[in-house]
């Protein structure tokens, strides 16, 4: 949709930025939201055929191009924020026992990007939008005695998730 020029209604990058992607550019499709929904705003009809496979999915849309052009604008991400690594206490695991539930990933970031539609060299519309990526926290379950509570290592703020579980039992 986005490079067919159609009125995008709403679209939802991703959360996480998965550098596969456009930055900004690319859409979540889930079942219950988010959506990605546009509208043909052109006077052609657009034929939409879908390929899945178990690792993905195509879309390509098929339409009488109309003079349509679009140019795709991205800036310069800023305003990082670096993922960490959250540690979360799990008393079905052993003391010093550890186990991922997610690896870190990206840092967070902001970015603006847009689109500029033509019609025939004509400039006819002219969009831009902002994203915020969060960053992908790493997440790992450590196993820690009740006793270990108040020991060092717990007091260190490596530890604080765990402490504060600790705390509410």
């Given at each position: 949709a986005?490079?067919?020029g159609l009125k995008l209604v709403t679209h939802t990058p991703h959360?996480?930025?998965?550098?596969?992607?456009p930055k900004g550019r690319e859409a979540t499709v889930s079942w219950g939201g988010?959506?990605?929904?546009?509208?043909?705003?052109?006077?052609?009809?657009?034929?939409?055929?879908?390929?899945?496979?178990?690792?993905?999915i195509t879309v390509q849309m098929l339409s009488d191009p109309l003079g349509r052009r679009v140019e795709a604008t991205e800036?310069?991400?800023?305003?990082f924020t670096k993922a960490e690594i959250i540690r979360l206490c799990d008393p079905a695991l052993a003391p010093g026992?550890?186990?991922f539930d997610q690896l870190k990933g990206e840092d967070g970031f902001h970015i603006k990007y847009g689109r500029k539609v033509?019609?025939?060299?004509?400039?006819?519309?002219?969009q831009s939008w902002h994203w915020r990526y969060r960053p992908e926290d790493g997440i790992?379950?450590?196993?820690?005695?009740?006793?270990e509570?108040?020991?060092?290592?717990?007091?260190?703020?490596?530890?604080?998730?765990?402490?504060?579980?600790?705390e509410k039992k």
């Open positions: 986005f490079f067919a959360s996480f930025w998965i550098p596969r992607y988010p959506e990605l929904i546009f509208k043909n705003n052109w006077k052609a009809p657009v034929v939409i055929l879908t390929h899945t496979t178990e690792s993905g800036g310069e991400p800023y305003s026992e550890a186990k033509f019609r025939d060299g004509k400039k006819i519309s002219d790992v379950r450590v196993g820690v005695r009740r006793s509570e108040h020991t060092s290592e717990l007091q260190s703020p490596m530890y604080l998730v765990c402490r504060l579980l600790l």
